[in-house]
């Protein structure tokens, strides 16, 4: 095992501090993509607007979030972080205080589906990119803590928002929600940086060597890790968000009272916390290989014990673990890019596999939907769900192991 380096080990290594904000940027900019279900009713009792229509926004959003993605993740590539964090705050502020100024369904398209997007984009990737940048022994546990911002924001925003909107009214609501981001992304572009060319890192005998800029983006893609990683991801989001978007209707067919059944998604986020921080841990000691496929086939035994889950504390239980499953896996991954190909171009890899990602993520719901309405029962689509979960894990033990970053 190696020996870890002093300024990684130590708690007044500036790199904690970057991962702390980076965990602030994911609880803003998460807790507002999942909050906006909350405003579907009053936006609806307002201007008669059916639900498909209101949803239509955050498809566009989650269209243009992945494409932007990949520039962002460029962007931190080849100026730093800080710009490209400000972007975020100024956009998601901006979009927040322009919703409550709504008349039309062309500002609800154009203020969240787009200006909400491009905030948004310049949130995980950049994040991601940034964490692994500052730490090689740890790398793990830091890329896991700043995953867990994400977990933390869908638990406080929704219901923050709830109270907001029963307090002060959805308009007062979203300009609340706005000064909420500009005040709190003003620390984080002031403490995120990148880390200094002095850092360096543990080579494979224990020694201290130079850090290795690593592949571009053009190498990287040539590469058989490339694909295995990104095509693990794309079958495990197939899955996740199948499950995610299906599981408080699959628990309603069951018998489940609907209240009931609608805090499972919100199980399934508050212990997807406890996976990201265990697995980054982990990670730092086993491999993170190893962890993120056990992360895999925990999941797959997960979703077959969803066939036999028929009362309320067999589909709760269902919830902790795939929250843990999920949350493994997820607080893993955003360390594989920095791990697999260097620095060089860690944010423009993981924004194109966000790209690719976005595929599984609309696949997933749609087919669960769409087996569903042929055969009247979810079995089938946890089948499907199964299948995919194996398909990830099957191209994650294609990942060969690297030296030396070149």
């Known amino acids: ?4 380096t002093p300024d990684e080990s130590s708690i007044g290594y500036y790199g904690w501090i970057v991962v702390w904000m980076c965990f602030m940027a994911g609880f803003i900019g998460f807790g507002f993509v999942y909050s906006y279900g909350v405003f579907f009713k009053p936006l609806s009792s307002e201007f ?11 498809s566009i959003y989650a269209i243009l979030h992945n494409l932007l993605a990949f520039f962002a993740g460029r962007a931190v590539d080849k100026i730093g ?13 901006l979009s927040m205080v322009v919703m409550s100024r709504l008349t039309s369904i062309w500002g609800l398209y154009l203020f969240f589906g787009v200006l909400f997007s491009i905030g948004l ?68 572009v002031i403490f995120v940086r990148e880390p200094p060319l002095s850092i360096t890192n543990p080579s494979a005998d224990g020694s201290m060597s130079e850090r290795h800029d690593g592949f571009s983006f053009r190498e990287a893609v040539k590469t058989q890790n490339f694909w295995a990683f990104a095509l693990s991801l794309t079958f495990l989001d197939i899955a996740l968000f199948a499950i995610m978007m299906h599981i408080v209707m699959l ?6 009272s609907i209240i009931a059944a609608g805090s499972l998604v919100g199980i399934i986020g508050g212990f997807s916390l406890f996976g990201k921080l265990g697995a980054g841990y982990m990670s730092d000691k086993l491999g993170r290989k ?36 999920y949350g493994s896996w997820s607080g893993v991954m955003g360390a594989f890019p920095a791990d697999y190909f260097g620095y060089k171009a860690t944010g423009e890899i993981l924004g194109f596999i966000v790209i690719l990602c976005g595929i599984g993520v609309a696949i997933g719901p749609f087919l669960g939907g769409l087996i569903y309405d042929v055969t009247g029962s979810y079995d089938n689509m946890i089948v499907m769900c199964v299948a995919a979960t194996g398909c990830g894990i099957v191209f994650a ?10």
Do not use: E
Request: charged share 10%.
């Open 1 to 4: 095992m190696r020996n870890l």
């Open 48 to 58: 008669g607007w059916n639900r498909s229509v209101i949803a239509g926004a955050f």
């Open 81 to 93: 972080p800080r710009p490209v964090f400000a972007v975020a705050g100024i956009s998601l502020g």
């Open 121 to 188: 984009a310049c949130i995980y990737s950049p994040v991601m990119a940034t964490v692994s940048r500052w730490f090689y022994v740890k790398r793990g546990l830091a890329a896991g803590l700043a995953a867990m911002g994400i977990s933390a924001g869908t638990l406080v925003f929704s219901p923050l928002s709830a109270w907001l909107i029963a307090h002060f009214g959805w308009r007062q609501s979203y300009v609340i929600l706005g000064v909420i981001a500009w005040i709190v992304f003003i620390p984080i």
């Open 251 to 256: 628990a309603s067919d069951r018998g489940i």
């Open 290 to 325: 190893k962890i993120y496929i056990c992360a895999g086939i925990f999941q797959l035994l997960v979703l077959v014990w969803l066939f036999f889950a028929v009362k309320a504390w067999m589909l709760c239980l269902f919830a902790v673990l795939f929250g843990l499953a």
């Open 397 to 406: 033990s294609f990942l060969k192991p690297v030296a030396l970053i070149k």
